[in-house]
């Protein structure tokens, strides 16, 4: 069994993942459904779409400005919100069991829970850190990202209107593995993404630190504490998740065209993914590359970016404060 104060640290670990996981997600919501929509949308190739081109274009979603128009026209504000419950309900697990598994992970590694100890270690062992961190909190948190999936890229009229008849549609009509579609390239993407984030915001925080030595040193021959402030946290993060995102967005595209293969979605939002569309995730890229060119494969990066960096430096900062605040309070 677990000595005390492991427990205490784990339990620390995931309440402070769960609630920066969820700051974050809700401030960030918007720009996530704006981008799905991009992501999940194909050319028009329906007889309702082609006579409607005047009215919509080959593309319904072209720019953010105008995505937002259009969402906020037609589904009002809550539009941005879209599919947010069963997001927190993905991203507050997530990022519990992310940086519970982080933490243990490095604790093993370095034989201590204390943070100044981890920092010792190599700094290539938060990329595979991370990286295992992000396959087990996937695994245990996927059915929800495929409904909040599902309910963000459906538009109007609905499809779905809860996320209770989402999953039991799904359920009926593909089975419990329904609840899985995509899993396999999720799980291509979410190593190297979660390596690359988690990794590279040690490496930043790190160079941060080397930073405030350097520059304390010249101010006065004191030692003083070089830990990053906040604003220099979320720099960091800022920069690690867009580093991660530009890197690995080609594999988040394919995973939202498997997640909704074969959601009846209005012609105008783009083309339905049939079933069966896309034999295995090198032919999904084979495909889009194909039909879409490569800014098929990086449809929403721009709004992805916009979301991601910032999403990424709210969930540092926050994990990093909540964790430190939960500390105190916790005996």
């Not at 997600?25 to 409607?52: C, G, M, N, Y």
């Not at 580093?243 to 595209?253: T, Y």
């Amino acid at each position: 069994m677990d000595e005390p104060g492991s427990l205490r640290r784990a339990l620390i670990d995931s309440l402070a993942g769960a609630i920066s996981g969820g700051i974050s997600r809700t401030v960030t919501s918007p720009l996530d459904v704006i981008k799905i929509r991009f992501q999940v949308q194909l050319e028009p190739t329906s007889s309702w779409a082609l006579l409607h081109r005047d009215s919509y274009g080959s593309s319904k979603y072209t720019g953010i400005l105008q995505s937002s128009k259009v969402i906020l026209r037609e589904e009002g504000l809550t539009g941005f919100w879209r599919g947010n419950v069963p997001a927190l309900l993905l991203y507050m697990p997530y990022t519990a069991i992310q940086f519970t598994v982080l933490h243990k992970l490095k604790t093993i590694a370095a034989g201590s829970s204390k943070a100044e100890d981890h920092l010792k270690l190599s700094p290539y062992l938060p990329y595979l850190s991370g990286a295992l961190a992000g396959f087990a909190a996937t695994i245990g948190s996927y059915p929800f990202d495929l409904l909040r999936t599902i309910l963000a890229s459906q538009g109007e009229p609905k499809v779905y209107s809860t996320m209770r008849s989402a999953f039991l549609d799904i359920i009926r009509t593909r089975g419990i593995r329904g609840l899985y579609a995509g899993l396999s390239p999720t799980l291509v993407e979410i190593i190297p993404y979660a390596g690359l984030q988690i990794g590279s915001f040690d490496t930043f925080k790190r160079w941060m630190m080397a930073w405030n030595r350097y520059r304390f040193s010249n101010i006065s021959p004191v030692r003083r504490d070089d830990s990053p402030s906040s604003f220099q946290l979320f720099l960091c993060g800022l920069a690690a998740g867009a580093c991660a995102k530009v890197i690995c967005h080609p594999l988040d595209v394919v995973k939202k065209r498997f997640q909704i293969e074969g959601l009846q979605r209005h012609p105008k939002y783009g083309a339905r993914v049939e079933n069966h569309r896309y034999k295995n995730m090198y032919h999904a890229l084979q495909q889009i590359l194909r039909s879409e060119g490569w800014h098929g494969l990086y449809k929403g990066i721009f709004p992805s970016l916009i979301k991601s960096a910032p999403a990424s430096a709210v969930t540092f900062v926050s994990y990093e404060y909540t964790s430190r605040w939960l500390e105190s309070l916790l005996p």
